[in-house]
């Protein structure tokens, strides 16, 4: 006989930084081939792992922080994680002084770190803008073997609870264009499309025309 899954979503700790790594590094390759952190790091799998494993466990605050997520747990087995965070409190200033931690911690170099950047930096032109308080859900990945179950729209409940808590009326959350999937998913939880950003230097590196904005009610 099949035993029933018991989900519990939960608030990460450092203990989940593992977990986190995998969530922050999948994320934002979305449906591409190449993201963010692929370029940013220039390394194999292990590598960019342990770097953000130690990005999300800095002193430093920032949007993918450990505090900023919560994760669906499978039988105990964390399966699924999102982030919620204000700009104005974790946005990109909060990234760079804890990319500078994490560095450190990885002996990653300024040579490196500087050539990072310019790899990843076209995407600074398709960053979604956000309304002034908007409440912004970002990181969002499932663990392929739990896909499809529901969690995501479990997990958006409940972060989306934690913005209003802190006094949120509104919630942002953004897609790269051509990620179908993941706008239909965030549409049934009663987002709707508000804008794009679009750049054909962002395109010819990443792979997609820009980012689209998904906007609801907290």
Known sequence: MKTASKVHIVEATREHAPFLAWVCLTAFRSHLERGFWD???DGDETYKLEYLQALVKTEQRHWSHHST???AEVNGRAAAALG???EKELGGPTLRLAGAEA???????DEEAAAGFERASSIMTVLPEHV???WIVENVAT????R???LCERLVDDILDRGRARGAVVSDVSVFIGNDGAQRAYEKCGFEAVGEKRNPVFEDVYGTPGTRTLRRSA
């Open 84 to 86: 919620g965070y204000f």
């Open 143 to 146: 663990a392929p073997e739990f």
């Open 103 to 109: 560095n450190l911690a990885t002996g990653r170099g």
């Open 132 to 134: 002034h308080g908007a």
């Open 39 to 41: 370029f940013m790091l």
């Open 69 to 71: 997520f919560l994760i």
């Open 148 to 150: 499809r179950q529901g």
